[in-house]
């Protein structure tokens, strides 16, 4: 949220509060700026609280859209503590419609921006705050409360292409619907003309908002680790073949004598000893035959 002097305002879709993009204060003009993402076909509202404990005087706000002036809402004077239940909820005005008349309104939309290329529109319209939602806050007292009779919605109509300035989005006001009486507070300002703060959301686009770099771009994506290979040593294991140990040294030492007594005796009689076989030597294999093995 944007806050200055004791006075937070901010943006809210569906229930949740729009986050603020490249934040920037002008204390002389008493003036905080940021930068909003809008989605066009969704309501909106916008919200400003007061701050500050035991205010003595009430604060009005003024609202405008797009350059249009909105009836603002009022924050009478403080009534409870700060260490009330109550306090955040009765120091909070929540304004998501325009009210056309005592018992009706229609909501805030963010809506998609009509152009036309018709010179007439673009000498006729007035496009300064095109893409802004602007709050002022001023220190005043209540003279009188009546039945709020409501206004038209303004209308834009449609921007001619060339005072769009890269705005893709507008305010818009959905079907009327019914609510319970309205009424308004006529009041007069204290101190002077001069807002007690103003705070400014200049909505746009947030594939627009990041495209200008007012909105981060996400890390690129990281590259996967390479899977790393466990390697086995072959060198070990019970595939290897097992030493001798112990009594079957003994063993083995005791074969080996008798193989090799054996073979001294067949030297020592050649008629013992078993003719060469004679090996049949087959025609070349050629590739492509199959050999039976059965």
Known sequence: MLSLHGVSAWVEVDGKELEQYGVAEDLDQNQVTCWIPSQANKKFSVV???????REHSLSSNLELDGSSISGRVILPLTTTRNTPNFARDRKVVQSEHIVSTTSSRPFVFSKLELT?????????????????QIKIYKVQVVEKRLCLGSTVPCHGKVHERSKKAVTHCVSYGQEVEIPTAYSCITRLLDSSFPLATFVFKYRDFGLLQANGIIPKPPPAKKKAAVSVDVLDLTTGDDMERQPIGDEIEIVEDTTEKRTASLL??????????????????????????????
């Open 117 to 133: 290329e018709d010179e007439n529109e673009y000498l006729n319209q007035s496009s300064a705050h095109l893409g802004e939602i």
């Open 265 to 294: 005796s067949k030297r020592s009689n050649p008629s013992e000893v078993q003719p060469t076989k004679r090996i049949k030597r087959e025609e070349n294999f050629v590739r492509g035959e199959v050999i039976d093995l059965t």
């Open 48 to 54: 400003f609280r007061d701050n500050v404990a035991y």
